[in-house]
């Protein structure tokens, strides 16, 4: 069982940036890492997504252009680089981990593991 540990979540104001971290136990058998945001009263949401061997990235569009995710392969970390935050970026941040191959990157389901969150707050 892989163990995910997010942190660097906070309160900003709108326009401030943050790096969430996800650190996972092992990832030798990774497929991909994904961040999925849970804003209050509605539904976990695909934020961003990068597969691990043969790092391609992916991103919903209404962070298209302000985050980025990237890994460190030693620290066997994800890292989730927001800049220009916005009030609707607020919510509960999680990482989830997908063992085998997948389309469905940006769909919950899709992924085996999760950590337990990390809180973002933008205020205007």
């Known amino acids: 069982q892989v163990q995910l540990v997010e942190s660097g979540g906070g309160l900003v104001q709108a326009g401030a940036s943050l790096t969430l971290s996800c650190a996972a136990s092992?990832?030798?058998?990774?497929?991909?890492i994904a961040w999925f945001r849970q804003a209050p009263g509605q539904e976990r949401a695909f934020v961003a997504a990068?597969?691990?061997?043969?790092?391609?990235?992916y991103y919903a569009n209404d962070v298209m252009g302000r985050f980025t995710i990237f890994k460190d392969n030693a620290k066997n970390t994800v890292y989730l680089q927001m800049t220009n935050l916005v009030p609707k970026d607020t919510g509960d941040y999680y990482c989830?981990?997908?063992?085998?191959?997948?389309?469905?990157?940006?769909?919950?389901?899709?992924?085996?593991?999760w950590g337990q969150g990390t809180q973002v707050t933008v205020t205007p």
């Open positions: 990068i597969t691990w061997n043969t790092p391609s990235t």
């Open positions: 989830g981990t997908r063992i085998r191959r997948t389309v469905w990157l940006e769909r919950q389901f899709a992924y085996d593991y």
């Open positions: 092992y990832t030798s058998s990774t497929y991909a």
